[in-house]
């Protein structure tokens, strides 16, 4: 295990968090027909397609066109946006800062629409503090596609085996793996506390 030099964070559910139920569990009180409309009409790989790149004026058209009935809602995905992003874990972002004030190289790699993105660095200050960030809807490529790593790493002078990775979903540490990344699953901070301490990080 080559030593790590390079750290480099997710962000959603990793230092904020993310829940679309809290706006639309007032905007669709029922929870079988919000969780029928989360897995037929505005579904994870609708919202993963802004991720990508994809404007929200295309995206909101295209299911508009196939949902008539529910364009109200369908737009109130991104009017709503901000209520989804209700906080940050501090416990994380303590440990980011934590690491950034040691001295380590930290950046962020990120699937997130551009303009989203661009909202919650005003909204949360600390997203400024890294080193820099590869944001997902800027240059079109997402986790766990082997190109955004390999994009990133070029793009910070990272070596990718001195490079660890901390994200909250397992195809995309699974992603950084393939890669020739050292990655850890995120589950809560006393985890990663202990993980970082595995690779002789102190935070």
């Known amino acids: 295990m080559t030593d790590v030099r390079h ?3 997710d962000i959603g559910k990793v230092l904020i968090h993310y829940d679309p139920d809290i706006p639309f569990s007032r905007l669709i009180p029922d929870e079988e027909e919000r969780r029928w409309f989360f897995k037929n009409v505005c579904t994870h790989e609708w919202n993963l397609e802004q991720d990508r790149g994809r404007e929200w004026a295309e995206a909101e058209a295209e299911l508009i066109a196939l949902h008539p009935t529910h364009e109200e809602n369908i737009r109130a995905f991104r009017c709503h946006w901000h209520e989804m992003v209700s906080h940050a874990y501090e416990d994380s972002v303590a440990i ?3 690491l950034i004030d040691a001295g380590h190289d930290v950046t962020m790699l990120t699937n997130f629409a551009a303009d ?3 909202e919650a660095r005003k909204r949360f200050s600390f997203l400024n503090r890294p080193r820099g960030v590869t ?8 986790k766990p596609d082997r190109a955004i790593y390999d994009r990133h790493a070029a793009t910070f002078g990272l ?3 001195a490079t660890l990775f901390i994200d909250d979903t ?6 950084a ?4 990344w050292q990655a850890v699953h995120f589950t809560d901070a006393d985890t990663l506390r202990a993980d970082l301490q595995r690779f002789g990080i102190a935070s």
């Open 7 to 9: 750290i480099v964070f």
């Open 96 to 98: 980011l800062e934590s």
């Open 116 to 118: 989203t993105f661009a």
């Open 135 to 142: 944001v997902s809807g800027e240059i079109k490529l997402i």
């Open 159 to 161: 070596d990718p085996a």
């Open 170 to 175: 397992p195809d995309n540490v699974a992603g």
């Open 177 to 180: 793996k393939a890669a020739g």
